[in-house]
Protein backbone atom coordinates (compact mmCIF):
# COMPACT_ATOMS: atom_id res chain seq x y z
CA UNK A 1 0.00 0.00 0.00
CA UNK A 2 1.39 3.33 -0.81
CA UNK A 3 2.29 5.65 1.55
CA UNK A 4 -0.20 8.61 2.10
CA UNK A 5 2.64 12.10 1.66
CA UNK A 6 1.69 15.25 3.21
CA UNK A 7 -0.38 17.86 1.15
CA UNK A 8 2.32 20.29 2.26
CA UNK A 9 5.29 18.67 0.90
CA UNK A 10 3.12 17.92 -2.92
CA UNK A 11 2.38 21.60 -3.00
CA UNK A 12 6.01 22.65 -2.23
CA UNK A 13 7.30 20.12 -4.55
CA UNK A 14 4.81 21.54 -7.01
CA UNK A 15 5.75 24.91 -6.56
CA UNK A 16 9.41 24.27 -6.64
CA UNK A 17 8.99 22.57 -10.20
CA UNK A 18 7.02 25.36 -11.42
CA UNK A 19 9.29 28.14 -10.00
CA UNK A 20 12.27 26.16 -12.37
CA UNK A 21 10.65 24.44 -15.26
CA UNK A 22 12.59 27.14 -17.45
CA UNK A 23 15.96 26.30 -16.14
CA UNK A 24 15.72 22.45 -16.88
CA UNK A 25 15.23 21.13 -20.79
CA UNK A 26 12.20 19.34 -19.78
CA UNK A 27 9.66 18.82 -16.97
CA UNK A 28 11.04 15.24 -16.10
CA UNK A 29 14.48 17.07 -15.35
CA UNK A 30 13.38 19.39 -13.21
CA UNK A 31 10.94 17.04 -10.89
CA UNK A 32 14.16 14.58 -10.93
CA UNK A 33 16.20 17.77 -8.99
CA UNK A 34 13.04 18.86 -6.91
CA UNK A 35 12.25 14.68 -6.18
CA UNK A 36 16.05 14.51 -5.14
CA UNK A 37 16.15 17.10 -3.15
CA UNK A 38 12.61 16.75 -1.12
CA UNK A 39 13.31 13.08 -0.56
CA UNK A 40 10.59 11.50 -2.63
CA UNK A 41 10.38 9.57 -5.81
CA UNK A 42 10.93 12.01 -9.75
CA UNK A 43 7.81 10.08 -10.92
CA UNK A 44 5.85 11.33 -7.86
CA UNK A 45 6.14 14.83 -8.37
CA UNK A 46 5.92 14.61 -11.79
CA UNK A 47 2.57 13.26 -11.57
CA UNK A 48 1.36 16.34 -8.81
CA UNK A 49 2.67 18.85 -11.16
CA UNK A 50 0.68 17.35 -14.22
CA UNK A 51 -2.26 17.22 -11.97
CA UNK A 52 -1.44 20.64 -10.83
CA UNK A 53 -1.44 21.47 -14.19
CA UNK A 54 -4.61 20.29 -15.10
CA UNK A 55 -6.48 21.37 -11.94
CA UNK A 56 -5.57 24.81 -12.78
CA UNK A 57 -6.72 24.67 -16.51
CA UNK A 58 -3.63 24.98 -18.00
CA UNK A 59 -3.65 21.08 -19.38
CA UNK A 60 -6.14 18.98 -20.61
CA UNK A 61 -7.98 15.97 -18.35
CA UNK A 62 -9.76 14.94 -15.28
CA UNK A 63 -9.48 17.40 -12.32
CA UNK A 64 -8.71 16.00 -8.66
CA UNK A 65 -12.89 17.18 -7.85
CA UNK A 66 -13.49 15.05 -10.78
CA UNK A 67 -11.67 12.18 -9.80
CA UNK A 68 -13.09 12.39 -6.20
CA UNK A 69 -16.39 12.80 -7.53
CA UNK A 70 -16.28 9.35 -9.91
CA UNK A 71 -14.61 7.97 -7.00
CA UNK A 72 -17.94 8.23 -4.47
CA UNK A 73 -20.51 7.47 -7.57
CA UNK A 74 -18.21 4.57 -7.85
CA UNK A 75 -18.60 3.51 -4.37
CA UNK A 76 -22.61 4.07 -4.46
CA UNK A 77 -22.84 2.16 -7.40
CA UNK A 78 -21.61 -0.89 -5.86
CA UNK A 79 -23.35 -0.04 -2.75
CA UNK A 80 -26.78 -0.15 -4.83
CA UNK A 81 -25.74 -3.03 -6.95
CA UNK A 82 -25.29 -4.64 -3.20
CA UNK A 83 -28.65 -4.07 -1.71
CA UNK A 84 -30.50 -5.21 -5.04
CA UNK A 85 -29.07 -8.08 -5.01
CA UNK A 86 -29.83 -8.34 -1.53
CA UNK A 87 -33.41 -7.76 -2.05
CA UNK A 88 -33.35 -10.41 -5.38
CA UNK A 89 -32.65 -12.72 -3.08
CA UNK A 90 -35.22 -11.73 -0.38
CA UNK A 91 -37.72 -11.89 -2.58
CA UNK A 92 -36.80 -15.40 -3.78
CA UNK A 93 -36.26 -16.33 -0.61
CA UNK A 94 -40.25 -14.99 0.68
CA UNK A 95 -41.95 -15.85 -2.50
CA UNK A 96 -40.79 -19.41 -2.15
CA UNK A 97 -41.94 -19.51 1.40
CA UNK A 98 -45.38 -18.43 1.02
CA UNK A 99 -46.32 -20.91 -2.33
CA UNK A 100 -48.82 -22.86 -0.97
CA UNK A 101 -47.15 -25.73 -2.96
CA UNK A 102 -44.72 -25.94 -0.95
CA UNK A 103 -46.67 -26.63 2.25
Keep these: MPKKIDEELKAR ?3 LVN ?7 SLT ?8 QLG ?3 ESVR ?3 IQSDVDSGTRQGVTS ?5 IKALKAENRRL ?6 LRRATTFFAGELDP ?3
Design 40 to 42: VGK
Design 47 to 49: RWV
Design 19 to 25: DRRGEYS
Design 13 to 15: AVR
Design 29 to 36: AACAVVAK
Design 65 to 69: EELAE
Design 101 to 103: RNR
Design 81 to 86: REDVDI
